[in-house]
């Protein structure tokens, strides 16, 4: 079984700072690529924050300048550093990996169950 286990969510005001991590755990022969979505009440989930293997990375127009994302290989972890957040910022943030299972050797993309992010006065 692979898992992957977010948290760091909650409530801050606007221009506030929070630190989301997500651990995977479970049969992992090797990690790929590692990423943040985020999804708001009405709206699609979309891609936040993505890092490679090798540690490039991506990011949505929308958190650039705002947004870290790194990762730890030997935790098999990764976080999103979130400075300067907006009310708009809000929204339950996934963590997704793409994974080669340990057991299976099958290479497949795997999701938290995410974290709740609200960012208001």
């Known amino acids: 079984q692979v898992q992957l286990v977010e948290s760091g969510g909650g409530l801050v005001q606007p221009g506030g700072s929070l630190r989301l991590s997500c651990a995977a755990s479970?049969?992992?022969?090797?990690?790929?690529?590692m990423a943040w979505y985020r999804q708001a009440p009405g709206k699609q989930r979309e891609l936040v924050a993505a890092i490679s293997s090798g540690g490039s990375t991506n990011y949505a127009d929308s958190v650039k300048g705002r947004f870290t994302i790194s990762r730890d290989n030997a935790k098999n972890t990764v976080y999103l550093q979130m400075n300067s957040l907006k009310p708009e910022d809000t929204a339950v943030y996934y963590c997704?990996?793409?994974?080669?299972?340990?057991?299976?050797?099958?290479?497949?993309?795997?999701w938290g169950q995410g974290t709740q992010v609200t960012v208001s006065s």
């Open positions: 997704n990996a793409d994974i080669l299972h340990g057991t299976y050797y099958s290479r497949d993309s795997y």
């Open positions: 479970g049969s992992i022969f090797s990690i790929y690529a």
